[in-house]
């Protein structure tokens, strides 16, 4: 195993469909800007890309079957490179930036393009569209009608039966990821807002409201990754890669995914989000204690609370206390998702995980500007995706 | 009742003497149920794979619930107006983690309740009840 290094990173701004960002940009345009500034990033050419990892979609471009990356190619050069589209739901950009990990190290490959980007259907995330008897989430839409967001409400619920939490502390997580946002250039909300602003946003599934919940957006980002060897000739200060680990979620999780579940005695709801982190920190001989800052999937506040306890970052129970005194914002001794997080930017699914490779590059070269995790050295990243699917990421300087 | 009582997909659930039934399966081997049926047993420790048939139903305690404020997408289809309803996920006694609609009105359910499963209208359509199995507060 060679050692990998991160040299060049770059988005297209998060958007609507229709708005002054993203316009009608197809997923190509928005992947183009986000893989040139990239390259301008590393200062290498298209040319000197050995392959790509790309993030596969099923909702846009690809040619209809998922195949974005060669939608990129061929935007960018048709050089003959290989390319791997990688499909694992939501956590597809992280996986593809651990088959570009994986490569590197491995030495099949210097150095890599890894992207991911989106332009997201209107309204709530559909189902497959089939309708057929033996597809789960069509039997769960059709016989009880239960959304995204009404799934991340059972969860909310259960924790504020357990723990106490509030509505207002839920709002306050919301609160502090828009004033991450504040100045993100990339972000797509840029105000912050206040407690009553998000208590007063309707109930999208209660007890969730809408600024409690990542609307979907459209968005790109994309990483350069090569070995240490060749970051070399580019940098003298690369970002490295400690570690990039895919997880799926094992027999005894207890989260209520199809229509039912064997009960078991396990306490984790998303063990496949466990296994990568776990994983992550057993490869990368880095502990929870030595994370300088994590950006985590966000796709409601809730996670924002859970995950930190479930990876060992806090006690159980302890994230409202840390969240109230400040503790997660980037200043705070546990800061959560400084970027201003998946509420903040929305999700362009397929994009996330390597906008988290983005954002946790720029923070350990002290380029975040008024987001800035002070002296940030050690950044966890985690993605999570339909199926059971997760990754993870450990990137430091 | 004149219209007639359908279930909204054929062969997952029925009313049998009134008693409402899941039909799931079991493995025989490790006798982890499951639903709906499973063609093979998920657990990594079970020995050998042995799916039979079985029929699921009683009495749970509500783990936790979420209500839908808004109409949720197809192929979801209820009937209009749209009326919020409570979504409950229940660890039933026979072993399963289920969800399903509640019964009870959003702002009656509690979290930690004992409920029974109960098959009920989900809506209408072409002079047809179309029905689901849900959870009703004891």
Same mark, same amino acid.
């Given at each position: 195993m060679q050692?990998v290094?991160?040299?060049?990173v ?6 609507k ?6 316009g009608?940009k197809?997923v ?5 800007? $986000? ?10 050419? #298209? ?12 909702f846009s471009?690809?040619?209809g #079957?998922?195949l974005?990356?060669n939608?990129v190619?061929e ?11 990688m499909?694992?739901?939501? $956590? ?15 030495g ?8 991911g ?11 497959s569209?089939?309708?057929?008897a033996?597809d789960?989430? @069509?039997?769960r ?8 967001p009404?799934? #991340?409400?059972t969860?909310?619920?259960?924790r504020?039966?357990e723990y ?8 306050q997580?919301?609160?502090k990821a828009?004033k991450?946002s504040?100045?993100?250039?990339n ?5 912050e ?11 999208? /599934?209660?007890?969730l ?7 979907i957006?459209?968005?790109?980002a994309?990483?350069i ?9 580019f940098t003298s200060t690369p ?9 799926t979620?094992? @027999?005894?999780?207890?989260l209520?995914r199809?229509?039912a579940?064997p ?10 989000a466990?296994?990568a982190?776990?994983s992550a920190?057993?490869? /990368?001989?880095i ?10 999937q ?7 609370l859970?995950?930190p306890?479930e #990876?060992?970052?806090c ?5 409202? /206390? ?18 201003g997080g998946f509420v ?5 699914t397929t994009?996330m995980g390597?906008?988290?490779i983005a954002e946790?590059?720029?923070?350990l070269r ?11 050295k050690?950044g966890?990243?985690q993605?999570?995706g339909?199926?059971?699917?997760a ?6 300087r | ?5 359908v279930?909204?997909v054929?062969?997952?659930f ?5 008693v ?8 025989a081997?490790c ?5 709906p049926?499973s063609?093979?047993?998920?657990n990594?420790e079970?020995?050998?794979?042995k ?18 404020d808004f109409p949720?997408?197809p192929?979801?289809k209820?009937d209009?107006?749209?009326t ?5 996920v ?5 072993g399963?983690?289920l ?17 029974e499963?109960v098959i009920?209208?989900?809506?209408h359509?072409d002079?047809?009840?179309?029905t ?7």
């Amino acid at each position: 195993m060679q050692e990998v290094a991160v040299i060049g990173v770059g988005m297209h701004r998060f958007g609507k469909t229709g708005d002054a960002i993203v316009g009608t940009k197809s997923v190509g345009e928005l992947c183009r800007t $986000a893989v040139d500034a990239a390259l301008k990033d590393a200062g290498i050419g #298209w040319k000197q890309i050995q392959a790509v990892a790309a993030a596969s979609s099923r909702f846009s471009g690809g040619k209809g #079957w998922g195949l974005n990356g060669n939608d990129v190619v061929e935007d960018l050069g048709s050089t003959g490179i290989p390319v791997y589209n990688m499909s694992a739901g939501c $956590a597809a950009g992280g996986n593809a930036f651990n088959v570009g990990y994986s490569m590197v190290a491995g030495g099949v490959y210097d150095v890599m393009l890894v992207v991911g980007g989106e332009v997201m259907p209107k309204g709530m995330i559909q189902t497959s569209g089939v309708e057929e008897a033996t597809d789960p989430e @069509f039997l769960r839409q059709r016989c009880i009608g239960m959304p995204g967001p009404s799934f #991340w409400s059972t969860l909310a619920r259960r924790r504020m039966f357990e723990y106490g939490t509030t509505e207002e502390q839920f709002s306050q997580v919301a609160v502090k990821a828009r004033k991450c946002s504040v100045g993100n250039p990339n972000a797509r909300f840029q105000k912050e807002i206040t407690v009553e602003d998000v208590m007063n946003s309707p109930y999208v /599934s209660n007890p969730l409201r809408l600024f409690q919940i990542c609307p979907i957006s459209n968005g790109a980002a994309a990483a350069i990754i090569c070995s240490a060897d060749y970051a070399r000739k580019f940098t003298s200060t690369p970002i490295t890669v400690a570690t990039s680990t895919v997880a799926t979620m094992t @027999f005894n999780d207890m989260l209520p995914r199809g229509l039912a579940d064997p009960m078991t005695e396990c306490a984790n709801l998303h063990t496949e989000a466990q296994n990568a982190v776990t994983s992550a920190f057993e490869k /990368s001989g880095i502990g929870p204690q030595d994370i300088s800052f994590t950006e985590l999937q966000d796709n409601t506040c809730y996670y924002e609370l859970a995950f930190p306890e479930e #990876w060992g970052l806090c006690e159980a129970g302890q994230s409202e /206390s840390l969240l109230m005194a400040g503790e997660t914002a980037p200043t705070g001794s546990m800061p959560i998702n400084p970027s201003g997080g998946f509420v903040s930017f929305g999700e362009a699914t397929t994009a996330m995980g390597v906008f988290q490779i983005a954002e946790l590059t720029w923070q350990l070269r002290g380029q975040a500007g008024g987001r800035q995790v002070p002296d940030a050295k050690v950044g966890l990243a985690q993605t999570l995706g339909l199926g059971g699917n997760a990754t993870a990421a450990i990137l430091k300087r | 009742m004149s219209e007639q009582r359908v279930p909204c997909v054929e062969g997952l659930f029925g009313e049998e003497d009134g008693v409402a039934t899941l039909y799931g399966s079991r493995c025989a081997g490790c006798d982890t149920p499951y639903f709906p049926k499973s063609a093979a047993c998920h657990n990594p420790e079970c020995v050998e794979s042995k799916m039979e048939d079985y029929a699921f139903g009683g009495e749970g305690k509500l783990w936790s619930y979420a209500v839908a404020d808004f109409p949720p997408p197809p192929p979801h289809k209820f009937d209009k107006p749209f009326t919020p309803y409570a979504m409950g996920v229940v660890d039933l006694d026979c072993g399963l983690r289920l969800i399903g609609q509640m019964v009870d009105k959003a702002e009656d359910v509690v979290v930690g309740a004992k409920v029974e499963l109960v098959i009920d209208t989900l809506y209408h359509e072409d002079d047809k009840t179309f029905t689901s199995w849900k959870f009703k507060q004891i």
